[in-house]
Nanobody, 124 residues
Framework: VQLQASGGGMVQAGGSLRLSCVVSGSSFRSFTVGWFRQASGTEREFVAAIRRDYNTRYADSVKGRATISRDNAKNTVYLQMNSLKPEDTAVYYC???????????????????WGQGTQVTVSS
């Protein structure tokens, strides 16, 4: 299984970006896919996740500003980020796992597969 994240870039505060994560393999429909981010000098933190039943979960820091969605026909998960703030600046990673339980979704260590990351920079 391989994950390819894209869509990062530089935006001004208040702007929007849509990140994409393409997951290779025929078992995409069974995966929970999550987005995490890591700013320089900090630990990787949970942003959002979507389960195979389309149930979603968000970190409090992005709730109301982020929308995660999936397109099973394209093996792709999207993260739409609006009203971006300078504190959203980080490398964003997507991760996938087919066995993760609900309570483990926010924890990076429970995901088996990871993409390479895409940089998001928000200027004030």
């Amino acid at each position: 299984v391989q994950l390819q994240a894209s869509g990062g870039g530089m935006v001004q505060a208040g702007g929007s970006l849509r990140l994409s994560c393409v997951v290779s393999g025929s078992s995409f429909r069974s995966f929970t896919v999550g987005w995490f981010r890591q700013a320089s000098g900090t630990e990787r933190e949970f942003v959002a996740a979507i389960r195979r039943d389309y149930n979603t979960r968000y970190a409090d820091s992005v709730k109301g500003r982020a929308t995660i969605s999936r397109d099973n026909a394209k093996n792709t998960v999207y993260l739409q980020m609006n009203s971006l703030k300078p504190e959203d600046t980080a490398v964003y990673y997507c991760a996938a796992d087919s066995q993760i339980i609900l309570s483990s979704i926010p924890y990076a260590k429970h995901y088996d597969y990871w993409g390479q990351g895409t940089q998001v920079t928000v200027s004030s």
